[in-house]
């Protein structure tokens, strides 16, 4: 029994992805397809319920849901791809009046989209992650294998970030020109990476009145800053874990395999030992 125990954490150790994201919350955006829209000489194609744009266009975050509405006296198709150049990435079907077809964007980029029975309907989904990115925050940390993307959400842009082991802490430097009047950051932070409850520091001042909450293996932190400040630091529990994915892995192999040579040997002493 207790081999089998060891065995299963042995295989959490081994196969569960390190820093793995968070799943947002997601909106849905409406394309309508108006009426006489068949017609290659008609005003317009498309129109967008948010913002009333007729040119086929939308921007959406990962994990948002366009949906395409058919209002017109015709059926269509949403395609992806351009006319004579199918994708295969979505592709509707023909609908028919007051009927519909929805998709999911997970992944960024740009996709164009047409109606297979009028070419002539074209458009583009333009799918961005909606938060700037902090790329391999951890590298410094440990044997510098387990690193993680940190989004983030601010008026300026965050320019390093820094893990202190000795101190489980990580340090953002705060740059560039103020973008906009909102002075809050809005920081991911993976657990795996850091681990609350949090301190948090700006420039040298303790902040006390920040928001936190989880989103699955995301610690969302909101905190109120000021319109210059250069430094915020973060103190939580433990940061970035002393072995990496590799390393963990090697470590992992090696009880593993001697832990059935163990076995291996009792079971042998036990059937062949002095009696």
């Known amino acids: 029994m207790k081999y089998s125990i060891i065995f299963s954490l042995l295989v959490v150790i081994l196969f569960v992805p390190f820093g793995m ?6 909106e849905t955006f409406i394309i309508n397809i108006p009426t006489g829209a068949a017609a290659p000489d008609a005003p317009y194609f498309w129109q967008t319920e948010k913002g009333g744009a007729t ?22 198709t949403v395609t992806s791809g351009v006319p004579g150049a199918i994708d295969d ?40 992650s909606g938060l700037q990115v902090i790329p391999n925050v951890g590298s ?50 993976p657990k795996n990476l850091i681990s609350g409850p949090f301190i948090i ?32 630091s ?6 970035v874990p002393e072995f990496g994915a590799i390393t963990m892995s090697i470590f992992a192999i090696g009880v593993l395999s001697f832990l059935v040579i163990s076995y291996k040997t009792q079971k042998f002493m036990m059937l062949y030992g002095r009696k």
């Open 21 to 26: 994201n968070s799943v947002f919350a997601q």
């Open 55 to 76: 040119d086929g266009t939308v921007d959406v975050k990962v994990l948002d849901i366009v949906r395409w509405e058919n209002a017109d006296t015709a059926a269509h």
């Open 89 to 128: 990435v979505f592709d509707s079907g023909l609908f028919g009046p007051g009927k519909g077809f929805q998709y999911q964007f997970t992944e960024v980029g740009d996709y164009e989209y047409f109606c297979l029975v009028h070419p002539w309907m074209t458009g583009i989904v333009t799918v961005t």
């Open 140 to 189: 410094d940390a440990g044997d510098g294998t387990t690193t993680f993307n940190v989004e983030y959400e601010f008026n300026r842009v965050i320019s390093s970030a820094r893990v202190d082991e000795d101190q489980n802490s990580i340090t953002f430097e705060i740059v560039g020109k103020v973008t906009s009047e909102d002075n809050t950051l809005m920081l991911m932070l």
């Open 201 to 232: 520091w700006a420039d040298g001042q303790q902040i006390t009145n920040f928001e936190l909450s989880e989103e699955g293996g995301i610690n969302k932190v909101i905190i109120p800053l000021n319109r210059d400040t250069e430094l915020v």
């Open 234 to 239: 973060l103190v939580g529990t433990a940061v």
